[in-house]
């Protein structure tokens, strides 16, 4: 997210499914099951028409609710971020107690 670009999920095994889910419940991607691209593409063509936010006439607006939630949590992660030290604010807090700050 640190590029804040609305990400298309395709889980295939382990945490993948639970990272998906995160990202489509956070509102910053959406979830497309592997299994059902083995018979159609259909659903990633859904997708992609909902991050894009393409109307019914073939147009596309970047300002979809999908880029505008990717924004902001990039905007939150920048936030945090120390480019003098190139650390977040967690790293420094860790720093602290484990010496290597």
Known sequence: MYAG???ICIPKSG???????????KGVGIYVD???LK???ESLGAALYQI??????????????????AEKMRN????????????TMKDKFLG???GTN
Request: glycine fraction near 2%; avoid cysteine.
């Open 5 to 7: 670009v609305p990400l």
């Open 52 to 69: 894009l936010n393409i109307d019914d006439e073939g147009n596309f607006n970047f300002n979809s609710k999908y880029s505008l939630a």
């Open 76 to 87: 939150n992660i920048l936030r945090n971020y120390d480019p003098e030290t190139k650390k």
């Open 39 to 41: 018979d159609s593409t």
């Open 15 to 25: 945490d993948q499914k639970y990272n998906a889910s995160i990202v489509e419940s």
């Open 34 to 36: 592997y299994e059902d």
């Open 96 to 98: 602290k107690f484990d």
